[in-house]
């Protein structure tokens, strides 16, 4: 899913909680660094709640996974909208993005084979 900026963006993670920031950019640090993401950019929901989304590889550098936040419930959907699961619980989302990330490496060529 391409991510489309309506307004001048900012890379600050508006509504996020500063607990909420070290979990989640921990699990995005981490999809970077293994190759199975190309960064991360943060947005909001049509009613103002917070989203941040894992981009994948260069050069589409498309949204392969989306993580918001609707009032105290955590929503996880994958690059094409699609509902993943909702967690109450900000750990078990994160566990399940690095379940998802161990099986995007498993997926991934090696570095040679890349075109």
């Not at 009032?71 to 993943?84: A, T």
């Amino acid at each position: 899913m391409p991510i489309v900026s309506f307004r001048s963006g900012s890379d600050e993670p508006s509504g996020w909680r500063r607990a909420e920031l070290q979990h989640l950019l921990a699990e995005c640090s981490a999809s970077v660094s293994k190759g199975a993401a190309s960064g991360w950019a943060f947005g909001e929901t049509e009613r103002g709640d917070p989203q941040l989304y894992l981009l994948g590889l260069e050069p589409e550098c498309d949204c392969i996974l989306c993580v918001s936040r609707l009032d105290d419930l955590y929503i996880l959907e994958d690059g094409k909208g699609q509902l993943i699961a909702e967690y109450a619980n900000l750990v078990s989302l994160c566990e399940q993005v690095a379940l998802l990330r161990a099986a995007w490496a498993k997926r991934q060529p090696a570095p040679c084979e890349r075109s």
